[in-house]
């Protein structure tokens, strides 16, 4: 069975987890799949291995891992790879596919653009 996994660094702000939370679901409702899950790296649970271990005990063996970072930078080249590949070493009979992080697309410049001319605060 296939499943997805999202993953998000994880912050110690509330509104920063329920964010994340929302694009889950977001993407669970636009992929209309069931195995979609939400995890973070640090700092917020659920972490990355609960959630293998989860979904794994659910019937998933092949895990295509989406990182909700910006840019590839250290977290994404070293540290989630490393956590996915404890975790391939615990399960051998795994499959687990790392997506790139967003990165730059054309409708980022978009949204940000919105963000300017939207509402703004004083601080």
Request: net charge negative; with cysteine.
């Amino acid at each position: 069975m296939k499943g997805i996994i999202i993953i998000g660094h994880g912050s110690r702000a509330n509104d920063a987890k329920d964010i994340f939370l929302k694009v889950v679901e977001g993407l669970k409702e636009k992929l209309d799949t069931p195995n979609v899950e939400g995890c973070f790296m640090e700092l917020s649970e659920p972490y990355i291995p609960r959630t293998i271990d989860k979904m794994y005990n659910e019937g998933v063996r092949d895990f295509t891992v989406l990182p909700y970072f910006l840019f590839p930078g250290i977290h994404i080249k070293e540290d989630i790879p490393e956590i996915l590949n404890e975790c391939k070493e615990k399960y051998g009979d795994i499959s687990i596919k790392l997506a790139e992080p967003i990165g730059y697309h054309d409708s980022l410049i978009d949204i940000l653009k919105e963000r300017i001319q939207g509402e703004t605060k004083c601080i």
